[in-house]
């Protein structure tokens, strides 16, 4: 079965370090790839999107994924990670065969001043 | 952008009864979906709400358990009947905005079944 893998469940960071988080999907076919993120209290905001093109992508608030297909991978940067991006994190597909959204397990991310 | 508003936000239930959620979007939108979001999981896909049909649901989803009703292309229900603990849960309503691929959320409304 098709499946979004996020290894990372956990990420604590301090004010300032960069962040990557992993993102892989297990799909041969087409896919649009999407970060999305829920700050604390708050509804799923969408981060950033693939669907063609440049496989650099970027974001809101200075976040960026680069599509790698040999590698069925689409993991998140971003530089230097502030206290306001504690938050989780959710990396999803939507496969070409279908209309629906299919999203990882997600990766709470904790920074500190 | 589609700005999608659920209610309740939250509500506590009791053992054996059952509780309808409703979503409204702002704007008129060809699909919406129905997730659920288990303590300290990930969002799974309850199913799809259809307008003018039924809902079309995920494995290990029924219409029994969770019926959905979608009248028009701005408003949905679902029902979560016969409640159990194991229902404790956020469910959360999304809906794509037209031509944008995207999915936008409801707040979602938190379930606790006791």
């Known amino acids: 079965a098709q499946s979004v893998s996020q290894h990372n469940h956990h990420v604590i960071l301090s004010e300032a370090a960069s962040l990557e988080l992993g993102c892989n999907y297990s799909?041969?076919?087409?896919?649009?790839l999407f970060w999305y993120v829920q700050y604390p209290g708050q509804h799923l905001q969408l981060l950033l999107k693939?669907?063609?093109?440049?496989?650099l992508v970027k974001g809101i608030k200075g976040f960026e994924a680069e599509f790698i297909k040999s590698k069925f991978s689409f993991n998140l940067r971003k530089p230097s990670v502030q206290w306001s991006d504690t938050a989780e994190y959710f990396c999803?597909?939507?496969?070409?065969?279908?209309?629906?959204?299919?999203f990882g397990t997600g990766t709470r991310l904790q920074v500190f001043p | 952008s589609a700005v999608i508003s659920q209610k309740p936000s939250r509500d506590i239930c009791q053992r054996g009864t059952s509780l309808t959620i409703q979503c409204q979007v702002d704007?008129?939108?060809?699909?919406m979906f129905w997730y659920r979001q288990q303590p300290g999981q990930s969002l799974t896909l309850i199913a799809t709400?259809?307008?003018?049909?039924?809902?079309?649901?995920e494995s290990g989803f029924v219409i029994d358990k969770f019926p959905i009703s979608r009248p028009n292309l701005t408003f949905s229900t679902l029902t979560v009947s016969n409640m159990s603990p194991e229902d404790s849960s956020i469910y959360l309503c999304?809906?794509?905005?037209?031509?944008?691929?995207?999915?936008?959320f409801g707040e979602g409304s938190r379930l606790t079944v006791l």
């Open positions: 709400a259809n307008q003018g049909s039924e809902a079309t649901y």
């Open positions: 799909y041969g076919g087409t896919v649009n």
């Open positions: 999803a597909v939507i496969l070409d065969n279908t209309d629906k959204l299919i």
């Open positions: 999304s809906a794509e905005g037209s031509g944008t691929g995207e999915l936008f």
């Open positions: 704007s008129q939108v060809t699909m």
């Open positions: 693939y669907f063609s093109g440049d496989p």
